[in-house]
């Protein structure tokens, strides 16, 4: 069973950025990709991001260009947000992509207010 950590949420102010951290709890992060979602209060959860292990990421639309995905290696991944803007508040979370089926972190909060 492999679980998986997030952390660097927090509140900040429209236009701030904040670095998001998934870590696993052994090497998956090579193999599979890796995701993040979001589910703001009253909402679906949402993709936001992927990262393939060769390294191709892809952006819902309204993130690109302001959010970037990363590995660090192959247990920590990070999702890094700029320009953040209230709409961005949400719980976010990391997810496995493996084949075996999804797992999912518990999230970290953030919030964008002013």
């Known amino acids: 069973q492999v679980h998986l950590v997030e952390s660097g949420g927090g509140s900040v102010q429209p236009g701030g950025s904040l670095r998001l951290s998934c870590a696993a709890s052994?090497?998956?992060?090579?193999?599979?990709?890796v995701s993040w979602y979001r589910q703001a209060p009253g909402n679906q959860r949402e993709w936001v991001a992927t990262?393939?292990?060769?390294?191709?990421p892809n952006y819902l639309d309204s993130v690109k260009g302001r959010f970037t995905i990363s590995r660090d290696n192959d247990v920590t991944v990070h999702l890094q947000m700029n320009s953040l803007k209230p709409e961005d508040t949400a719980t976010y979370y990391c997810k496995l992509n493996s084949p075996l089926g999804g797992y999912w972190g518990q999230g970290t909060q953030v919030i964008v207010s002013s």
């Open positions: 990262e393939t292990p060769n390294g191709n």
């Open positions: 052994e090497s998956m992060f090579d193999r599979w990709s």
